[in-house]
């Protein structure tokens, strides 16, 4: 006896300091550790905050439910184990229990409809948002294994970093994204800033999100997509107003052309690199890789898998399965000059 009190007692500071942890790292503000990170327990948004409080609610539920259950069963063993003195007598058997039967059908049922009405309002005030005025329009199209992101308002195509501006509570400015796929099924998902979203061919989606603290915001594809699809990564740069109408500015102009990187240009357009991505300005307009038009003004290179570095972006030209094996961006095989001038042309596309 002294034992079962003993583990239960035990059990008990185990769930304690489970919940406590959780809620903590849920309630923790914008100077927490994991701000920009993945953790669903700091949303930065609207959809992220009402899929958080739905989460706590269910697991509230769910733990009620198990504490519950766990203690009638330690009761039932306690109080109604085999004793020396039973003789190997069977217990009282209990039959046609009205009460029991009413309470094990009707308990359930009314904790899963509370369950299901919680989670269908949560989806329909998602879901059904409308769509402000003022909003913000992105097109993310889904690509093994990276990211396209179309600004049809804004003229403006980049790729696997997204630029959104804060919204403010009391001058709500959301963002829309239209998903796409270009290929198969992938999935958008930045957890501090809303759900899982599936990237389906020829089924459009959508999703959006109204952030309240800038930074940068971690995501990825959460949904098996290929070799590749673990550094299928996505950066989402939440920006104070100024700030994203300065970086719309600076998408919406062309490239600088640069006499000393003309050989680079050359090397370039006389390449397959032309037949796969586009630079603006030039004869350059394929469709099968990234936008480098304004390649230098990303952090990362690969959807995330390496850093925006002259040594990183001369090896992913060189050799890209040294970065992203399993890419499908071939290797140019290019010489040492050609690669150098190449890389030289590339670090000018600001």
Not at 290 to 305: F, K
């Amino acid at each position: 006896m002294l034992r079962i009190k003993s583990r239960l007692c035990c059990s008990g500071r185990i769930a304690l300091l489970v919940f406590w942890s959780a809620r903590a790292l849920w309630a923790s503000g914008p100077d927490g550790s994991s701000v920009h990170g993945t953790n669903i327990f700091v949303p930065a948004s609207t959809p992220a905050k009402s899929i958080a409080d739905l989460s706590v609610f269910v697991l509230v539920i769910t733990g009620i439910i198990f504490l519950v259950v766990f203690t009638l069963l330690v009761y039932s063993l306690v109080k109604f184990r085999a004793r020396g003195t039973d003789g190997g007598r069977e217990p009282a058997q209990v039959y046609g229990s009205t009460q029991i039967e009413l309470a094990w059908t009707i308990v359930p049922t009314l904790i899963v409809v509370v369950l299901f009405l919680a989670t269908a309002r949560v989806i329909h005030a998602i879901q059904d948002a409308p769509e402000p005025a003022g909003a913000v329009q992105v097109t993310a199209i889904g690509h093994q294994y990276w990211w396209e992101f179309r600004y049809p308002k804004l003229g403006i195509v980049t790729a696997n970093e997204l630029h959104i501006p804060v919204s403010d509570p009391s001058h709500p400015t959301p963002t829309f994204l239209q998903l796409l796929s270009a290929d198969t099924d992938h999935s958008f998902w930045v957890p501090e800033l809303g759900g899982k979203t599936d990237l389906i061919p020829n089924h459009p989606n959508r999703m959006w999100m109204d952030p309240q603290r800038t930074g940068v915001f971690v995501g990825q594809c959460a949904q098996y997509c290929g070799t590749q699809h673990a550094k299928m990564l996505l950066r989402v740069s939440v920006d104070q107003p100024a700030d994203f109408a300065a970086w719309v500015r600076s998408q919406q102009k062309p490239p600088v052309e640069d006499a000393g990187a003309s050989a680079g240009r050359r090397v370039f357009e006389s390449n397959a690199c032309m037949n796969c991505h586009t630079v603006g300005g030039t004869p350059a307009d394929g469709r099968f890789g990234p936008d480098l038009t304004h390649l230098m003004s990303r952090t990362t290179i690969a959807a995330g898998a390496a850093e925006n570095t002259h040594k990183n972006l001369r090896l992913w030209i060189q050799d890209p399965s040294a970065i992203k094996p399993g890419s499908l961006m071939p290797a140019m095989k290019l010489t040492d000059a050609d690669l150098d001038a190449i890389v030289s042309y590339m670090e000018t596309l600001n």
